[in-house]
């Protein structure tokens, strides 16, 4: 049987890489490669097209194996992560409840957010610590307490080596929140944590909150350059406590943040333990366990929606899988109505099937870094790598993060407001929202929610902070402002002319208008723009937009605005050309249109 096996691709002789750009050239008939198939990345590099096992010759990452240092493969030599639901306790028997409840549902990884009134006898009662990852949230002022309460029931309950669990002190939280500094002395209060469970070696106290700048807008290679410049800063304030680097190291946990850049997510976990390990390691630590870095991945909330809101699940389930396929420890599935009310019960249920889909259906913890080797992943994690380090040596040159805490936060709002230009002009898409929405759909009493949660942190509010809007909270508020209107406006699509420029432009036209919940009266065409004009009266329409060719436009222009004369708003669904500004027209909508401030000007004009 062996001897009748065929070499199936022998007949291919090999294309080197000069070869294959010489025929894209020739393929793209003059058009510039770089431009064309040259994707230029929000974090500072390029892609190209095609990588192939030359580009990744000289990375020696891709000779470790998983569980092997630098760790870029993943900590552990399976992918056995951690199902992880968040439960906010306003009520402690309710929280109790619901905790014993969803470990029968899948999960094994519980995180409470408590405020300072909270025991946690009471909260844990019943829960068999052993088998369970136990994460609280708290102020950073509430961490000692909880942490010793937290040491004394695992003790109780024997299992001192084999809990796993995080306190979340994170002094940073004001600052990025509020915008005010933390008052107490961060070293002292850490000091005072790390000898409080020093027994328990599973629990982890100082937490790396990188999650936040994601929901604020970060870009990827942002959120992890300051996640490495973070976490250096407790290893460089606790070792000079006088905390050995073995301690200081296995007491911190990264919280991070995924986004729907998919590839792009599973090389930013690989790119994070790499450098971490390297970081650590500078360190001089006695077991090089120490530079394992352990992570918790949270889906985004940035870009979640308030309209459409079931396409969240799409997000998040790509976001969760790039965490998963990324090998990270823990995994956080935020429920797709969390931008609009406090999450019940069947949204909860979702997000915990989403893991439990990647798990027993899909089998992603069956396999260990299967992105290994791919030359494509393994091209991002490197060119990631390499951003990432030099924004944290740009940190550190300006005295580590906790000195560059205020320019950190106006970076990452620099982000944020160069992401809501880009949706505004829908260079950054969120489908549902400034992409294809729902016109038919109502808000009702839905509501953009903001944070209620109770924390004796609470302060005054300062000038630098993170920004706190989500990616389409602008097009979402325009949208609840039109459903809120006494009238909503129509919009006619005047079609005449060349058919498929027409169908075209009155389709993209819909999209445009249809992001601001306005009526559409779509229609197959007009012989005359009189015939069209009339119809366009009859449905009592506010906005009149013409779609035809651009060769057209100059001789049904002059007779559209004449018609109209001011009835309706009159818009072009074409270029915006001087030519056509002096026939009359004022307003132009295409692709290199601004969406969000042409629609918010259309609701100036016309809601009552």
Not at 83 to 106: F, P, Y
Not at 247 to 258: L, S
């Amino acid at each position: 049987m062996a001897e009748t096996r065929q070499k199936l691709f022998d007949m291919f002789p090999p294309v080197s890489p000069e070869e294959w750009r010489a025929k894209a050239e020739v393929d793209l008939k003059g058009a510039d490669f770089g431009k064309k198939m040259v994707w230029r990345t929000n974090e500072g590099f390029d892609v190209q097209p095609l990588y192939r096992g030359v580009d990744i010759e000289n990375l020696k990452a891709t000779e470790s194996l998983p569980g092997e240092y630098p760790f870029v493969r993943g900590t552990r030599t399976n992918n056995d992560w951690l199902s992880r639901q968040d439960i906010v306790v306003e009520d402690v028997a309710e929280a109790n409840a619901k905790a014993l409840d969803v470990l029968n549902k899948g999960i094994d990884s519980l995180g409470f957010k408590v405020n300072g009134d909270v025991k946690l006898a009471d909260l844990l009662k019943g829960i068999y610590l052993p088998a369970c990852e136990i994460n609280i949230m708290c102020c950073p002022k509430c961490a000692l307490g909880y942490a010793t309460e937290l040491v004394e029931l695992v003790k109780a309950a024997g299992c001192e080596e084999t809990f796993k669990g995080s306190i979340d002190f994170d002094p940073f939280k004001r600052q990025f929140k509020h915008g005010v500094a933390f008052p107490s002395d961060v070293k002292a209060m850490a000091t005072e944590l790390l000898n409080a469970v020093k027994d328990v070696k599973g629990l982890k106290v100082l937490s790396v909150n990188t999650k936040n700048l994601t929901n604020a807008g970060a870009y990827i290679y942002q959120e992890l350059g300051y996640a490495l410049s973070w976490g250096n800063e407790w290893m460089a304030m606790m070792t000079e406590a006088g905390f050995s680097a073995d301690e200081v190291a296995h007491r911190i946990k990264f919280n991070m943040g995924v986004s729907t850049i998919y590839f792009m997510e599973i090389a930013k976990f690989r790119a994070a333990r790499q450098l971490w390990a390297q970081i650590v390691k500078e360190y001089k630590p006695e077991c090089e366990c120490a530079c394992k870095m352990v992570v918790n991945a949270e889906t985004s909330k940035f870009n979640q929606t308030l309209f459409d809101s079931h396409v969240n699940l799409l997000r998040s389930q790509t976001e969760a899988m790039s965490a998963a396929l990324g090998c990270v420890d823990s995994i956080v599935v935020v429920p797709f109505d969390a931008p609009y009310q406090k999450s019940d019960d069947f949204s909860e249920r979702i997000a915990r099937n989403q893991q439990i889909l990647l798990r027993e259906e899909s089998h992603l913890d069956k396999v260990v870094d299967p992105a290994g080797g791919s030359y494509y992943i393994e091209m991002l994690t490197a060119s990631l790598a390499q951003e990432g380090w030099k924004l944290f040596l740009d940190v550190e040159d300006k005295g580590g993060f906790n000195a560059a805490v205020n320019e950190v936060v106006a970076a990452v709002n620099a982000s944020a407001k160069d992401r809501f230009g880009k949706v505004a002009k829908r260079r950054e898409q969120l489908l549902g929202t400034n992409q294809f929405p729902n016109f038919t759909e109502v808000a009702g009493d839905k509501a953009a929610a903001k944070c209620e949660c109770k924390c004796e942190c609470a302060c005054e509010e300062g000038e630098v902070k993170l920004n706190d809007k989500r990616l389409g909270e602008e097009f979402e508020e325009i949208r609840l402002a039109t459903e809120k209107a006494a009238k909503q406006p129509v919009v006619f699509m005047l079609t005449i002319g060349n058919l498929a420029m027409r169908l075209a432009r009155a389709q993209f036209s819909d999209n445009f208008f249809a992001c601001a919940g306005y009526k559409l009266i779509d229609n197959n065409g007009f012989k005359t723009v009189e015939e069209g004009v009339n119809a366009a009266m009859e449905q009592n329409a506010d906005i009149v937009v013409l779609c035809s060719s651009d060769d057209e436009y100059p001789t049904l222009i002059p007779e559209a605005v004449k018609l109209l004369d001011g009835k309706a708003e009159l818009v072009l669904a074409g270029p915006e050309t001087d030519e056509f500004k002096e026939m009359g027209v004022t307003n132009f909508i295409n692709v290199r249109t601004n969406v969000l401030s042409s629609l918010k000007a259309f609701n100036a004009k016309l809601l009552k």
